[in-house]
């Protein structure tokens, strides 16, 4: 989500001063423009080609704007489209006129407009077209062999539910900034910089050593560290994208009016949700008559289920499984639970008797009630419903969704890679 913000926010600033400043065509490379650069199975990918896509990726900003990075996207474009004729499958007229439609709205433009724009900076309205209809044809290539072959385990959402509950949520960051003067005329000059910088900065001392050299603001002089800040003190629009960073990482260049902006995240502090340490847990207690007798049994069973075929026949309140909060456990017992893990069990010696427990289940307080999702606030008619709670568990089916979709990339990316080292890549 984050990344997608930032896309947007590059694409939209980029957009708009190529807009305001129009441009002329870009200088071709020498030679035959449409000389074959690379052989991909049956296709080839032409030098007019990749100096139009690498045209196109500067206009967006992209930060893969290098022609290694454009030639390998165009590749990969070929692999796409290869897969999607083995597999039957065109894009009609009414999907690519969507995607169109859809990537120019990310400006805030119509399609006709985003085209007239990238003509002015020399990109025709093909190379738009063609980036466009290999996007619409692999994600039906996706739809059709990736996404039947995934699927979401109940334990899998537990596990990403119970990491996100236990992850401290972000309340403070430690940032450097470095702000690179982009005035009339210039900003494609700042915008180099800047990209090149992403590339080279591999230390926050990189950094500092950068921001002394090229930052304007008064930061500069300490090296543009900045002093440890709310979160909330941040523009709405920038905490997505801090938050998606991790310690001692660089961010993508931000275009701001005037100016292009770096930041570097040093540290970060947070808190977790009230309630985040709480535990219930899901345990059975069950009495024997014998320590040997509890120890067989516990030997032969791997899952608390297993304890009640053992103890068909006997007295109900021999055996007892109950889901308690940790403060309403009896502290004997909690003692001794506290040291097992799921499907672990602990016997002792009890006035003659013996006494198993077995832990079935550990789980945060947040997720014990079965990870039902919160009402939907009703409100009389003019008035504003309330906020969601910050503090509330992540919805179970969102979560689903969330893994499914990450599931679905991870597969698709494999499957390129398959693509790719299965093809015929030769060069004339």
Known sequence: ???????????????????????????????????????????AVTRYELDQRIRFLQILRAPDADRASAEQALIDDRLRLFAARQMGIAASDE????????????????????????????VERQTFHDFIAAGVVWREVVRQRIVPQISV??????????????????????????IIPAPPGQEAQAMGLAESL??????????????????VTPSAENSGRLPWMPLENLPPSLRPIILSMKHGQISQPLTVEGAVVLFYLRDSRGSLRPGAREQVLDYVRFRLSSTAEANRIAALSDTCADLFVHARGL???????????????????????????DNETSVVSQGGVAELLMLCKRQPALLAGGGQEAPVPVTA???????????????????????????VGQAADNYLAELRANAIIRRP
Do not use: C, W
Not at 95 to 122: H, K, P, S, W
Not at 207 to 212: G, S
């Open 1 to 43: 989500m984050a990344r997608e913000l930032m896309r947007r926010i590059l694409l939209g600033a980029a957009m708009a001063a190529m807009l305001a400043a129009g441009g002329g065509a870009p200088a071709f490379a020498q030679g035959n423009p449409f000389q074959p650069l690379v052989h991909v199975n049956d296709s």
């Open 95 to 122: 999907q690519i006129d969507a995607g169109l439609a859809e990537f120019a709205g990310r400006a805030n433009l119509g399609v006709e407009e985003f085209t007239r724009a990238l003509a002015q900076a020399g």
């Open 153 to 178: 385990s109940d334990a899998e959402v537990d596990q990403e539910m119970q990491r996100l509950i236990e992850t401290p949520r972000i309340t403070h960051v430690a940032l450097s900034e470095l």
């Open 198 to 215: 992403v590339q080279s900065v591999r230390s926050e001392a990189d950094f500092a050593a950068a921001a002394r050299r090229h930052s």
């Open 315 to 341: 007295p109900p309140e021999q055996i007892q499984r109950q889901t308690l909060s940790q403060g309403q456990i009896p502290s004997a017992e909690a003692i001794r639970l506290a040291v097992l893990d």
């Open 381 to 407: 008619e003019g008035e504003e419903a309330a906020a969601p709670d910050p503090d509330a568990p992540p919805d179970r089916e969102e979560m689903r969704n969330q893994i499914f979709s990450r599931k």
